[in-house]
């Protein structure tokens, strides 16, 4: 049982460039998020998909995108990196309302 | 948004002492967990308690949803207990926009 699953662990990007980050998860969890943390703060949110087919703005979406692939799988897209995306992406999933999460182990994201 | 302040920021500890971190938020809340991120990283679960008390080993929290606080109790503290612990809590009415706090850096000293 792996839990929630992030590529790449590690991304060096420079200025402009594109990438996604994926996410996976095999909980059958309902909802999934994406956040970015940096140094020395708390978690802010990106965005998130409460249940399959649905997505919404978090606190901070400017520069980002995502798509609900299916149930399992929810990506990060960047479509145009600034050395400000540097950060600490993380991906959690829940079943549902009232329900812990669970996270990823991370992507290291740099931009230059 | 609603507001999350933890307290103290850091906190040093020798191994086999107890300690209390608090959570203090500005809203009502339907959803309140506490979180460890190791040194290398990685955030773990601790508990999911948006009102009451749980225990988990060690490890203990308490949240009083009307009074707007939860504490974190580590007893018999160890060096693996060290990393920085989170506390972040859903507003009433902010759907699923989980709000997390600043972070209580703790070091466990052997």
């Known amino acids: 049982n792996a839990g929630v699953t992030q590529t790449p662990k590690f991304q060096v990007l420079k200025t402009g460039q594109s990438m996604t980050l994926q996410c996976a998860q095999d909980?059958?969890?309902?909802?999934m998020y994406w956040y970015r943390q940096d140094p020395g703060m708390g978690l802010r949110l990106i965005y998130y998909?409460?249940?399959?087919?649905?997505?919404d703005k978090g606190e901070v979406p400017n520069g980002y995108n995502v798509s609900r692939l299916n149930k399992r799988e929810f990506s990060l897209r960047l479509e145009s990196a600034a050395p400000s995306q540097t950060s600490v992406y993380f991906c959690?999933?829940?079943?549902?309302?009232?329900?812990?999460?669970?996270f990823g182990s991370g992507t290291r994201l740099t931009v230059v | 948004g609603i507001q999350v302040e933890q307290s103290p920021p850091d906190l040093i500890l020798q191994e086999g002492a107890n300690s209390t971190l608090r959570c203090n938020f500005s809203?009502?809340?339907?959803?309140l967990q506490w979180f460890h991120q190791n040194p290398w990283g990685q955030l773990i679960n601790l508990f999911y308690?948006?009102?009451g008390t749980k225990q988990n080993g060690r490890l203990s929290a308490t949240t009083v949803a009307t009074e707007r606080y939860s504490l974190l109790y580590i007893s018999s503290s160890q060096t693996t207990d060290s990393g920085v612990y989170f506390c972040?809590?859903?507003?009433?009415?902010?759907?699923?926009?989980?709000?997390f706090g600043g972070g209580t850096r703790l070091m466990v000293k052997p």
């Open positions: 959690a999933s829940t079943p549902g309302p009232y329900y812990g999460y669970t």
């Open positions: 909980m059958n969890h309902n909802s």
């Open positions: 998909s409460a249940s399959e087919g649905t997505t």
């Open positions: 809203d009502s809340v339907n959803n």
């Open positions: 308690i948006p009102s």
């Open positions: 972040a809590v859903e507003a009433g009415n902010a759907g699923n926009m989980l709000t």
